[in-house]
C-alpha cells in the first residue's frame, strides 16, 4: 500500500513538473524565435522550410537598427533617449504620488474615501484606446489656453503616461500600507519618532516590495505604449519613442523581418534591466524595516 502512495506520489510529481515544463516552453518560445529570427541572415529569414536554430548567426540586422541607416533624419539612439526620458520620469512620478496616496487612503479617513477608491477601480478599467480622441482634443485646446507645447511634444504623453499609471498603482500600493500594522508606527511614535522618521524608517521599507511591483508595471505600459505616443507626437518625428520607430521597417513593398526582431530585441532590453534592479529591492524590502531584529 505505502509502495502504490509512493509511485502515485511520484507519478503526480512528474506530471507537475512536466505541465509546468510545458507552459514555460509555451511561454519562452516566441521570445526565442526573436531572438533567433534577430540572429539570422535574411536569406535564411524567408525559406520555406524554417529550422528551429539559426544556420548561420550574424549581427548584421542589430546593425542596421543602431546604425539607423533605414530610418532617414533620425536614429535608434534619439528614440532610445526619448523613451527613456518620458518612461523614467513617468515612472518617478507616478510613484511618489501613487505612495503619498496610498498613504492617504489607508491611514486616514475623510468623506467621499469610499468613492475615491471606487473611481481610481472603475478609471483603471477604462481602455486609453476609448479616450484617446478626448485626450488628444482636450490637450490641444489647453496647450493653445496656455501657451504650452502639449501635443507634438513629450510632456503631453509624460502626462497622460502618468494619470494612466496612477489608479492601479495607487491600488496595489495601498494594500501593502494597509497590510503594515499600526502598532508598529504607533510604537515609533512613543519611542519619540517624528512623522517623517516613521514614514521612512518603519513604513517605507515595508511598502518598498508594493513600491516595486507598481513601478514595474508602470514602467512596462510606458515603455511599450503606441498609441498614445504615435498620436500625440504624429508631426514631431525627433521625439518619436522606440515603439513608434518600428514601423519604419513596414515598407510598402517588403518588411525587414530581421531588423523588426532586432529592435523588438534591444526594444526588451532596458525592461529585463529595470526589472531586476526592482526585484532586487522587492526582495530587500521584505527584510529591512521594523521587524528585522
Same mark, same amino acid.
Given at each position: 500500500?505505502?509502495?502504490?502512495?509512493?509511485?502515485?506520489?511520484?507519478?503526480?510529481?512528474?506530471?507537475?513538473?512536466?505541465?509546468?515544463?510545458?507552459?514555460?516552453?509555451?511561454?519562452? !518560445?516566441?521570445?526565442?524565435?526573436?531572438? +533567433?529570427?534577430?540572429?539570422?541572415?535574411?536569406?535564411?529569414?524567408?525559406?520555406?522550410?524554417?529550422?528551429?536554430?539559426?544556420?548561420?548567426?550574424?549581427?548584421?540586422?542589430?546593425?542596421?537598427?543602431?546604425?539607423?541607416?533605414?530610418?532617414?533624419?533620425?536614429?535608434?539612439?534619439?528614440?532610445?533617449?526619448? *523613451?527613456?526620458?518620458?518612461?523614467?520620469?513617468?515612472?518617478?512620478? +507616478?510613484?511618489?504620488?501613487?505612495?503619498?496616496?496610498?498613504?492617504?487612503?489607508?491611514?486616514?479617513?475623510?468623506?467621499?474615501?469610499?468613492? #475615491?477608491?471606487?473611481?481610481?477601480?472603475?478609471?483603471?478599467?477604462?481602455?486609453?484606446?476609448?479616450?484617446?480622441? *478626448?485626450? !488628444?482634443?482636450? #490637450?490641444?485646446?489647453?496647450?493653445?489656453?496656455?501657451?504650452?507645447?502639449?501635443?507634438?511634444?513629450?510632456?503631453?504623453?509624460?502626462?497622460?503616461?502618468?494619470?494612466?499609471?496612477?489608479?492601479?498603482?495607487?491600488?496595489?500600493?495601498?494594500? !501593502?500600507?494597509?497590510?503594515?500594522?499600526? *502598532?508598529?508606527?504607533?510604537?515609533?511614535?512613543?519611542?519619540?519618532?517624528?512623522?517623517?522618521?516613521?514614514?521612512?524608517?518603519?513604513?517605507?521599507?515595508?511598502?518598498?516590495?508594493?513600491?516595486?511591483? +507598481?513601478?514595474?508595471?508602470?514602467?512596462?505600459?510606458?515603455?511599450?505604449?503606441?498609441?498614445?505616443? #504615435?498620436? !500625440?507626437?504624429?508631426?514631431?518625428?525627433?521625439? #518619436?519613442?522606440?515603439?513608434? *520607430?518600428?514601423?519604419?521597417?513596414?515598407? +510598402?513593398?517588403?518588411?525587414?523581418?530581421?531588423?523588426?526582431?532586432?529592435?523588438?530585441?534591444?526594444?526588451?532590453?532596458?525592461?529585463?534591466?529595470?526589472?531586476?534592479?526592482?526585484?532586487?529591492?522587492?526582495?530587500?524590502?521584505?527584510?529591512?524595516?521594523?521587524?528585522?531584529?
Amino acid at each position: 500500500m505505502n509502495d502504490l502512495y509512493r509511485v502515485r506520489r511520484i507519478l503526480g510529481r512528474v506530471g507537475l513538473y512536466a505541465a509546468a515544463l510545458a507552459v514555460f516552453l509555451f511561454a519562452v !518560445f516566441p521570445v526565442y524565435w526573436v531572438l +533567433a529570427t534577430a540572429l539570422r541572415p535574411t536569406g535564411e529569414i524567408f525559406t520555406r522550410e524554417p529550422t528551429l536554430l539559426p544556420g548561420e548567426l550574424t549581427l548584421e540586422h542589430f546593425e542596421r537598427v543602431l546604425s539607423g541607416v533605414l530610418i532617414p533624419g533620425a536614429s535608434f539612439w534619439s528614440f532610445l533617449t526619448n *523613451s527613456l526620458i518620458v518612461t523614467v520620469g513617468s515612472v518617478t512620478v +507616478a510613484a511618489l504620488v501613487s505612495l503619498l496616496a496610498a498613504v492617504a487612503v489607508a491611514r486616514f479617513r475623510f468623506s467621499l474615501r469610499s468613492a #475615491f477608491i471606487m473611481m481610481l477601480m472603475i478609471i483603471q478599467m477604462v481602455p486609453v484606446e476609448a479616450l484617446i480622441i *478626448s485626450l !488628444f482634443v482636450n #490637450f490641444f485646446h489647453l496647450g493653445r489656453t496656455l501657451d504650452m507645447e502639449l501635443v507634438n511634444n513629450l510632456s503631453g504623453v509624460f502626462v497622460v503616461y502618468v494619470a494612466v499609471a496612477l489608479p492601479i498603482t495607487i491600488l496595489m500600493i495601498r494594500n !501593502f500600507v494597509a497590510a503594515v500594522p499600526k *502598532s508598529l508606527e504607533e510604537a515609533a511614535a512613543i519611542d519619540g519618532a517624528s512623522g517623517w522618521t516613521i514614514f521612512w524608517r518603519i513604513l517605507m521599507p515595508l511598502v518598498a516590495p508594493g513600491l516595486g511591483a +507598481a513601478s514595474i508595471f508602470a514602467f512596462i505600459t510606458a515603455w511599450n505604449e503606441f498609441l498614445v505616443a #504615435f498620436t !500625440f507626437l504624429q508631426n514631431n518625428t525627433g521625439a #518619436f519613442t522606440l515603439p513608434i *520607430s518600428l514601423q519604419y521597417y513596414f515598407g +510598402a513593398v517588403s518588411v525587414e523581418w530581421g531588423s523588426i526582431m532586432a529592435a523588438s530585441t534591444l526594444l526588451t532590453v532596458p525592461v529585463m534591466i529595470f526589472f531586476l534592479f526592482v526585484q532586487r529591492r522587492m526582495v530587500s524590502g521584505l527584510t529591512m524595516g521594523a521587524v528585522k531584529g
